[in-house]
């Protein structure tokens, strides 16, 4: 019961706030102005909506017992750097450098409060066993954290996309959180599901206002640090490649781009219009349609994420390799690896 009032305290709070973000931004000139043939919307969009979703989820995690705990400091200074770094990028644009920046400041926040990757299981043992990775597991961490944050980013390309998969990825940590007896990451998920619900009216087609990169970089950075709280730090037997599959759709899509363009001979940070939603658009289908087919793929993958929590250790690594193999495969044979201006 008291999970449900954070959900609906935080929808609330951010159903709310929309309207006034939406006003800040077209105040301060936030705006996404269609140029060029990779924008799909016709018509000047306020961006920084994220901020609706950073208020309702930092105020209902303050407020909730009166305090934080140590590591919660944590993802709320990191989550305020990345929100200051993609708020000054929706204004003017940052160059790709500074970026980075400001994600790998977030992330070190997260490593000194301890919110960092120290354990991952044995892939070679079907028990419990755990591999300790010292400090590797600070650029690990740094890594996990600034990939996660671009990868929402990058696919945030569709009215509704990034927001959508972000809920279901929530959801789907949420429930591995309960299954694993982690209260804390559980508390978190549920704040960000509802602060993300409450958005997702003014964000699904036709959308009213954009995520920005205020937004997308703050689902990313938020799902990659309480991912490391809920399912990399649980108790149970599966660890690093729960979060990996969970998050599957904005990793797989990152890393295709990545490989597309590399060996097209592309700059890595060139956009093109070969992103799955692109293909989705390309074969005729509406925002919509592609949208929910997007969302629907991300349910399937969150629904394998689960399993793999149930399973021993060598089954659910198993299980992990059969779904990039197979992702692999038919991204190979839809052409997700040939350049598209």
């Given at each position: 019961m008291d999970k449900l009032i954070l959900f609906v305290a935080s929808a609330v709070i951010s159903f709310s706030m929309t309207p006034l973000v939406k006003r800040l931004a077209i105040k301060n000139g936030a705006?996404?102005?269609?140029?060029?043939?990779?924008?799909?919307?016709?018509?000047?969009?306020?961006?920084?909506?994220?901020?609706?979703?950073?208020?309702?989820?930092?105020?209902?995690?303050?407020?909730?017992?009166?305090?934080?705990?140590?590591?919660?400091?944590?993802?709320?200074?990191?989550?305020?750097?990345?929100?200051?770094?993609?708020?000054?990028?929706?204004?003017?644009?940052?160059?790709?450098?500074?970026?980075?920046?400001f994600q790998v400041s977030a992330a070190i926040f997260l490593i000194i409060f301890g919110v960092s990757i120290n354990v991952i299981t044995n892939p070679f043992s079907s028990s419990s066993q755990y591999l300790d990775i010292h400090l590797i597991g600070v650029p690990l961490t740094i890594l996990w954290v600034v990939g996660i944050t671009n990868a929402f980013n990058l696919i945030d390309g569709l009215d509704g996309l990034s927001s959508g998969l972000a809920f279901i990825a929530s959801m789907t940590i949420f429930i591995i959180a309960i299954l694993n007896g982690r209260q804390e990451a559980s508390t978190l998920t549920i704040i960000l599901s509802g602060a993300i619900l409450g958005f997702l009216p003014y964000n699904f087609n036709p959308a009213t206002i954009f995520l920005g990169d205020t937004g997308s970089q703050l689902l990313g950075f938020l799902l990659a640090a309480i991912s490391i709280k809920g399912a990399i730090k649980s108790a149970a037997a599966f660890t690093i490649a729960v979060p990996i599959i969970t998050l599957g759709l904005p990793i797989y899509d990152t890393l295709f781009a990545m490989i597309r363009r590399k060996i097209n001979g592309k700059p890595i940070m060139k956009a093109d219009k070969g992103h799955l939603h692109h293909r989705l658009l390309a074969m005729g289908l509406s925002q919509r349609k592609a949208v929910l087919i997007m969302y629907i793929i991300s349910v399937i993958l969150g629904g394998i994420s689960i399993i793999a929590m149930q399973i021993s250790n060598q089954k659910a690594y198993f299980l992990m390799a059969v779904v990039i193999i197979i992702i692999v495969l038919l991204g190979w044979k839809a052409g997700f690896f040939k350049h598209k201006e």
């Amino acid at each position: 019961m008291d999970k449900l009032i954070l959900f609906v305290a935080s929808a609330v709070i951010s159903f709310s706030m929309t309207p006034l973000v939406k006003r800040l931004a077209i105040k301060n000139g936030a705006m996404d102005i269609p140029k060029g043939e990779r924008k799909i919307h016709k018509k000047p969009m306020p961006l920084l909506g994220g901020l609706s979703i950073y208020i309702a989820f930092s105020l209902v995690l303050i407020l909730k017992k009166g305090n934080v705990n140590f590591e919660e400091i944590g993802i709320l200074l990191g989550s305020t750097i990345i929100v200051i770094g993609g708020y000054i990028d929706d204004i003017r644009d940052l160059r790709p450098r500074y970026k980075i920046l400001f994600q790998v400041s977030a992330a070190i926040f997260l490593i000194i409060f301890g919110v960092s990757i120290n354990v991952i299981t044995n892939p070679f043992s079907s028990s419990s066993q755990y591999l300790d990775i010292h400090l590797i597991g600070v650029p690990l961490t740094i890594l996990w954290v600034v990939g996660i944050t671009n990868a929402f980013n990058l696919i945030d390309g569709l009215d509704g996309l990034s927001s959508g998969l972000a809920f279901i990825a929530s959801m789907t940590i949420f429930i591995i959180a309960i299954l694993n007896g982690r209260q804390e990451a559980s508390t978190l998920t549920i704040i960000l599901s509802g602060a993300i619900l409450g958005f997702l009216p003014y964000n699904f087609n036709p959308a009213t206002i954009f995520l920005g990169d205020t937004g997308s970089q703050l689902l990313g950075f938020l799902l990659a640090a309480i991912s490391i709280k809920g399912a990399i730090k649980s108790a149970a037997a599966f660890t690093i490649a729960v979060p990996i599959i969970t998050l599957g759709l904005p990793i797989y899509d990152t890393l295709f781009a990545m490989i597309r363009r590399k060996i097209n001979g592309k700059p890595i940070m060139k956009a093109d219009k070969g992103h799955l939603h692109h293909r989705l658009l390309a074969m005729g289908l509406s925002q919509r349609k592609a949208v929910l087919i997007m969302y629907i793929i991300s349910v399937i993958l969150g629904g394998i994420s689960i399993i793999a929590m149930q399973i021993s250790n060598q089954k659910a690594y198993f299980l992990m390799a059969v779904v990039i193999i197979i992702i692999v495969l038919l991204g190979w044979k839809a052409g997700f690896f040939k350049h598209k201006e």
